[in-house]
């Protein structure tokens, strides 16, 4: 039996696998192995992409999200604004700078933050709100970029899932005071490895976030603040900057699959197809469904039996999140009761992200239908 994984990289690795080579070999035979013009040329190429006039690249999504909080001296005592129904990095970060992360509850429908219960959420110590922009699929940016500036709060767009995504004509991550993104291999934009990066229209926090990530020096050896090391290889800079130039076409790719989902799958009983709000252009990270549960089922037993039916017929998927962030043991002290963000909490035992990735083909999309019709009435 042919098993289709959630994502496959090898596919891409064959079309691009000779320059990726030789970018590679060029980079190892320079001996310039950290910083150097690689890394300055693709952050050049990155803002530009993105829309802004500056990027700094660092190590990790998580790098970039925690070098945006320190760069606007978010810290103790104040609190940011998040979702509890994203990848645990988002929340980390806000804790890691000593601030509060404050969880408001999702829509059911775009899986991002109810903008709604943003509003309700702020408080005189309310320094920032982060956006996740989760599965691709970018927040309504002007109605939380109206709310943000009503209050005078900042807004850091987590842009991990949703590299090329736009809100109207804009892109994530130009639309906020700062864009983070994460160049983990799974990402649209991924490195051979770890990476990420800030994209930003201010001079002077660029210029922060500079030297937080080299040890919080300006000149070498020279410290002004306690700062990091999150450098990006400049292995991964080259590859990185082959690999944008063929964004836009994964992408198209990515949606191309997501609208023949949608056509398979729009009239299945049982079955919820996401839908991205209009003035929105997702860039499909993932491709989830939520699997609505049957009366007397609780707990997301029925969700986790499909997958494993889906499995038995040679389709992984997977469930993206298990457990939203305030229930999460590492949170407890946050102090929220289960059934505080029911929305969250339902799609916890709902959602299951079907294999997405832009050479995925029709045939094996229909494989994926109809093991899922057939799982959902066995
Ligand atoms: C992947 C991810 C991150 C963290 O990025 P890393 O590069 O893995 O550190 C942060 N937020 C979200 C929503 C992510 O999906």
């Excluded at 198209?252 to 009983?269: G, W």
Aim: aromatic share 8%; hydrophobic share 40%.
């Amino acid at each position: 039996m042919n098993v289709i994984p959630p994502l496959d990289l090898t596919q891409q690795f064959q079309t691009i696998g000779d320059e990726v080579n030789a970018a590679v070999c060029a980079v190892l035979a320079s001996g310039q192995y950290i910083n150097g013009p690689l890394n300055q040329q693709f952050e050049q190429a990155f803002a530009h992409y993105i829309g802004t006039s500056e990027c700094v690249v660092c190590n990790s999504g998580t790098d970039a999200l925690y070098l945006a909080l320190r760069a606007y001296d978010i810290g103790e005592g104040d609190e940011v604004i998040t979702t509890p129904f994203t990848f645990i990095a988002t929340a980390e970060v806000i804790s890691m700078v000593r601030a509060t992360p404050v969880f408001v509850d999702v829509d059911p429908e775009t899986f991002n933050l109810d903008l709604a219960q943003v509003q309700a959420a702020i408080t005189p110590r309310t320094r920032a709100i982060m956006p996740v922009h989760l599965f691709g699929q970018p927040v309504d940016m002007t109605q939380l970029m109206a709310i943000a500036q009503a209050h005078n709060l900042l807004v850091i767009e987590d842009c991990a899932q949703s590299t090329g995504a736009q809100w109207k004509d804009a892109k994530v991550g130009s639309i906020g005071h700062v864009g983070c993104f994460s160049f983990f291999p799974t990402k649209n934009l991924g490195a051979c490895g770890d990476g990420g990066a800030v994209t930003i229209n201010d001079a002077a926090i660029a210029t922060r976030i500079r030297i937080l990530r080299e040890h919080g020096s300006r000149v070498r050896y020279y410290h002004e603040e306690i700062g990091m090391n999150s450098r990006l290889d400049a292995v991964q800079a080259a590859i990185l900057q082959i690999k944008l130039r063929y964004l836009d076409t994964w992408n198209a790719q990515r949606q191309a699959v997501a609208d023949r989902y949608q056509q398979l799958l729009n009239r299945v009983p049982g079955v919820v197809t996401p839908k991205p709000l209009p003035g929105g252009t997702s860039v499909w990270n993932q491709y989830t469904i939520r699997l609505t549960q049957p009366e007397g089922t609780s707990s997301g037993e029925w969700r986790d039996r499909i997958r494993q039916k889906l499995q038995e017929q040679g389709v992984s998927s997977m469930v993206y999140y298990p457990i939203p962030l305030h229930l999460q043991s590492v949170y407890q002290s946050l102090g929220y009761a289960a059934g505080r963000f029911p929305v969250a909490e339902q799609l916890a035992y709902e959602v299951l992200s079907l294999p997405m990735f832009p050479e995925l083909s029709a045939q094996q999309q229909e494989q994926v239908f109809y093991a899922l019709k057939d799982s959902l009435v066995h």
